[in-house]
């Protein structure tokens, strides 16, 4: 995959029908391989003799017969996304076209493109480093504001243009002590240890940060998880059911959005909630429905706000020892909580007051209480509000550089690793050859990041992750 | 809908995630408006200050912040799509960036574009007319070799270029004999009445081969009707689904192509066929299956081809009963008929030779008969090549002209009718005033096709089955 040496191919817009479609040629063959299938206006020649960067109304042929009267855009290298010279073909875009102008394509020497393979040449020839390649994957699946945010910023040099000048200086220290290693029979100092020292907290702290930003980027990624919990029957599917069709009325109205198979991810203005109906909660001694319970606990335990559904006939009292049961799994005390008590529509008016003084005397502090009619729809607004004030921290400024991808985080984690040895190293007065080894680690963690040391593994599982045609 | 004061906007790509997407922005205030989200590089000037016909790296903001890295290409009116000042913006294919590039332009002063709008102003702009109009909407929709070559020949001016001629000189005559008859005390003839009958003559021909060529267009638009006929349980059913399963094989490798709700539309090396299956034909009493057997031979009615599905342990006999059955229905004779032999995995091999002989002793000249196992898949190659060979007149050459279109066919049939009309008014001395107003009327059902003459109701219907973005 790692070649450049011939043209490729692809149907670069989405799949299926619309008014128009763009095909991508793009290689050192690209202009001769459309040539035999283009045919511009009689006074213009060929396509390689006009000028980069225009546009040009001509015909798309197969042998004598028209398949398409197309826009054909001329990009010249090294002015274009892979780097190389490329052809685009504006088309409409009935399926037949598009099919029939690709099989043109490669009958006249071109090749199929892999997923992400104008990319990977767009990276091969320098025009973007490895975080670049990955936030483009993710730029084009990013459905949130947020999450476009962070990819939008990660694109353009983002995190990476402050890593790379942090690894030039780290880079020229390693030099310098590897330098001393070479004269260490007499005893010199090239490298400034105070500025070495000055240097790696610098890094470290920038890793540090970096790496600690990853919670929310995870976050951004996936949508922020929510657990629904509850007893048997308090009705939290039929809440799950609520909050997912009222998802559906708001995707409906953006063109060309299609829904995941994730089912249970909704978009609240633009964040994203990623929610897990759990197993009813109840003393059982059947062993399939323990391990029912025991995953509930589990998501619990996962998940960053608890939806708790409780059933206005119940005794309050269960509600507060619901809320201690979730409070005593470690790590559960940052969880934010909303109660929704539920079935509010068969609650008799009269008692409507009664019942919810009762139930807020045994409400833990920081905790909301909404009452619902899931099955009626009522108050599904404010449950919708209260989702989205509960992840105002977790919501990306249009600044901020945050981690979202494992990879960086795990290079980062080593990384920072290794710089802290360094870092005690040096305090302990560790011989420079060891020094060396540990700063070389970092130089290798961190050029991993960029793609300034890369290999066919990390390449692939990367690209893999591309659409056809980009 | 007929204005074109406004500026408008879509995404002309297919909806849904891609590689790139392309939004297009066309009217009077197309630059003014593109300007407010477009960033040039600093060097640039305004959008309109660039020269037509190129592309320019530039950036998609809202505030301070930015949306996308995407390329624009500037076109100047008339030498665009729709004739006016057009902006296109390829951005990447993601929904989220789609859709908020899109919210963008209507903020800075654009109009989501109605179905079709695009082509609608190519249209009042002069840039096609109605026929290559709906020919567009056809080129995206078809899904055929066939359909696409009708499409785009009609695309090309196709038949109306020779209509708008005839028009032309039709048009000179009526105004040649209404001068006549201002002068009528005088008796004079300014109209050669020869050189009319012949022209007459002439567009009768023509009109009369176009509405002609409407069967074999409606065929190629639709697919060609097959209707598999068979008693009860002689393996029809297992039959389409074999046909259809293979099927489902083709088009997969095909990026892009969605299968319609018509379940049963298969294609044969490009060829399309519409596949109906029909109740099992038996004597009955039963009033609901009485129904369902007098469907079936509508069904037989409408198809060009017949697939007759025989059980081997039936009477031989039958096969001609039902064949002559078929037949009996008036039109029927030219229909194609193949007849499946099914279920030759149970037929012992030492009886294969013998059956065979007695099933083709009763065979009706002209039919083909095909063992097959459809539950095996024996010999669907036979049928499917059969079909093919049922069908070779039916396919359209590359220079054939064709009507597909009902709108065509039925003025077509009009202004024939009102052509042949004059003829005999010419042969039987018709007063000049009654020649005229038929004359006129053809006139009226020519200008129709072509979209010299048109109402709001004609245009609505064409672009009601436009997608947006075109």
């Not at 006074?43 to 390689?48: C, P, T």
């Not at 998940?303 to 005593?328: F, G, R, T, Y």
């Not at 940052?334 to 008016?349: F, P, S």
């Not at 961190?446 to 690209?463: A, H, K, P, Y």
């Amino acid at each position: 995959m790692l070649t450049k040496d011939d043209t490729i191919c692809a149907i670069s817009t989405p799949p299926g029908k619309g008014a128009i479609a763009v095909i991508r040629c793009s290689g050192p063959d690209a202009f001769s391989i459309c040539n035999q299938i283009v045919r511009l206006s009689s006074d213009k020649g060929s396509l390689s003799a006009q000028s980069p960067n225009t546009i040009h109304f001509s015909k798309i042929i197969d042998g004598n017969e028209i398949i398409d009267q197309v826009v054909v855009t001329i990009f010249k290298s090294p002015h274009s996304y892979s780097g190389e010279d490329t052809i685009e073909i504006s088309c409409h875009g009935s399926p037949y076209i598009q099919k029939k102008i690709l099989e043109l394509l490669v009958k006249s020497g071109a090749r199929m493109a892999n997923a992400g393979e104008f990319t990977m040449r767009a990276f091969l020839n320098g025009k973007l480093d490895l975080t670049q390649v990955e936030a483009i994957a993710d730029l084009i699946a990013s459905g949130s504001q947020a999450a476009h945010r962070v990819a939008m910023n990660q694109m353009r040099g983002g995190f990476t243009r402050e890593l790379k000048k942090l690894r030039e200086k780290l880079l020229h220290f390693t030099t310098l002590i590897e330098l001393e290693l070479d004269f260490s029979e007499e005893d010199v100092e090239f490298a400034d240890r105070v500025q070495l020292k000055d240097l790696i907290t610098e890094i470290s702290g920038v890793l540090s940060n970096l790496s600690d930003s990853f919670a929310l980027g995870n976050v951004i990624r996936q949508g922020i998880p929510v657990a629904i919990v509850g007893k048997t029957n308090a009705g939290k599917s039929t809440l799950l059911n609520l909050l997912l069709r009222e998802e559906k009325a708001i995707v409906s109205d953006i063109a060309g959005t299609t829904r995941d198979s994730i089912e249970d991810v909704i978009s609240i203005r633009g964040v994203h909630f990623r929610l897990t109906d759990t197993a009813g909660l109840r003393h059982t001694e059947d062993e399939i429905e323990k391990l029912g319970i025991e995953r509930t606990w589990q998501k619990v335990d996962q998940a960053s706000i608890i939806i708790q559904v409780i059933d206005p006939a119940s005794n309050p009292a269960e509600l507060l020892q619901l809320s201690e049961q979730i409070q005593e799994s470690p790590g559960n005390e940052a969880k934010k909580r909303i109660v929704v008590l539920n079935k509010m529509d068969k609650v008799a008016e009269d008692q409507l007051d009664n019942l919810l003084i009762n139930f807020k005397k045994k409400l833990p502090t920081g905790d909301l209480l909404i009452p619902m009619s899931a099955k009626k729809g009522t108050n599904l607004a404010l449950l919708e509000q209260a989702l989205l004030e509960a992840t105002t921290s977790s919501m990306a400024d249009e600044n901020d550089v945050i981690i979202t991808n494992v990879r960086h985080f795990e290079a980062l984690e080593k990384a920072l690793e290794a710089m802290l040895r360094v870092k005690s190293g040096l305090s302990n007065g560790l011989p420079d050859d060891l020094l060396a080894q540990d700063i070389r680690e970092t130089l290798h963690y961190l050029g991993e990041i960029t793609g300034e040391i890369t290999n066919d593994q990390i390449l692939d599982n990367i690209f893999k992750n591309f659409c056809i045609g980009k």
